[in-house]
């Protein structure tokens, strides 16, 4: 989420009204074309002299006063290792102090922070968004550092494509955040690159305009940082590095950016405070053994770094980014969808046959997947009916078994009960036997006991 905040600058110039000066510059421009325009285009175009004045003359201005009443929009990513310096800085090339807190070394992995801020200068005003790299170099594994710098670039190039392709677009008041510089902030070792640095630059040339700026020069001897600048660019170059290069075809900039490309990376220093110079209060950093002023070009490039980012080349950087980082972005992400300008034959290709094409296309695909998921059904349909059948006769067999089983069991139940039955009838007619034995017994005893009772009486009578 981006914060906007309202800046004062300060009383001294930063330079954004610059924008508002380049507009002069190409109306300019803009004057001599219709006949530039004659020339190049069609020779059947009559050249007419006009009799009185039109006022079409006027188009220049009135191009001017739309861009400033509109106002203009310009986004900084600031690359660096926690306590390079990127906060003083911008806050000494804007003039103002922005909001910011340093950052921990312990962070786990590296994040963006972006706020936004309206500054104006004269009547131009600027809607400011810079970008910070939290946390960056403080991991140990630092393989995957430049992956939210890639992804935070490409999430803003993609969220200007999402309006572009909007039926209902609304460019004119886009709070575009797309980057129109990185400035990368290489620390004053007086070595060489550190392999982060080539690797992040690498993975971000194709995307923004890199401008390499060697932080806190202060801290680096005068011959040593001839030979730093030297080594550095010669590194960018062996590695295939592409920064920014600082236009030279248009003649009113030309000679200063290519005078200053030799500069290139500036060797900057950073500092709010204000120490006291002669007369005058100036911007520097104050050391036991003297003052490094901020802005005076014997001591460091501060002041060739602000006249090319802001004074020089904003509109250029804005211009770039547009046509040649977005462009590619939005190549690459329209072709990745498979839209092409050309057919396999190299004919031109609409956008309507494009479409068409897709549509069929993906018409056709659904038709296959439509088809193979009803072949699908139709087997899994199928596999279940003979799975049930299969599962249905294996109940059928138990049930005959069970069945069998159960009138084997009842059958020897049966036979039990008549081997049962007959030891029953035999054991009640040995019963019956032995009672009869036993009362035939008890009857002959009985009849005993009185022969011998009457044998008795009769010898005592
Ligand atoms: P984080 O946001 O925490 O990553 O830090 P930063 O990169 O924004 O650095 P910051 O601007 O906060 O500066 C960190 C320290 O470096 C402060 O003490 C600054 O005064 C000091 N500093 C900033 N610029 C310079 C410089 O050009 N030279 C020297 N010597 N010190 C500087
Ligand atoms: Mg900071």
Known sequence: MVQTNTV?????????DGEHSRWEKQKTKIRVLPSQVRQATS?????????????????PDQLVNKSTSQGFCFNILCVGETGIGKSTLMDTLFNTKFESEPATHNEPGVRLKARSYELQESNVRLKLTIV??????????KDDSYKPIVEYIDAQFEAYLQEELKIKRSLFNYHDTRIHACLYFIAPTGHSLKSLDLVTMKKLDSKVNII?????????????????????????????????????DEETVAEINATMSVHLPFAVVGSTEEVKIGNKMAKARQYPWGVVQVENENHCDFVKLREMLIRVNMEDLREQTHTRHYELYRRCKLEEMGFKDTDPDSKPFSLQETYEAKRNEFLGELQKKEDEMRQMFVMRVKEKEAELKEAEKDLHEKFDHLKRTHQEEKKKVEEKKVQLEE???????????????????????????????????????
Do not use: C, W
């Not at 020779?43 to 188009?59: A, C, K, P, T, Y």
């Not at 680096?220 to 030279?248: C, R």
């Open 8 to 16: 004062a600058l300060s009383a001294l110039s930063v330079g954004i």
């Open 43 to 59: 020779d059947d175009l009559r050249n007419l002299s006009l009799s009185g004045h039109v006022g079409f003359d006027s188009l």
């Open 132 to 141: 910070d790299t939290v946390g960056f170099g403080d991991q140990i594994n």
């Open 212 to 248: 390499p700026i060697i932080a806190k020069a202060d801290t680096i001897a005068k011959n040593e940082l001839h030979k730093f600048k030297s080594k550095i660019m010669s590194e960018l170059v062996s590695n295939g590095v592409q920064i920014y290069q600082f236009p030279t």
């Open 423 to 461: 030891e029953l009838n035999n054991f009640q007619k040995k019963k019956a036997a032995a009672q009869l034995l036993q009362s035939q017994a008890q009857q002959a005893g009985s009849q005993q006991t009185k022969k011998d009772k009457d044998k008795k009486n009769a010898s005592f009578t």
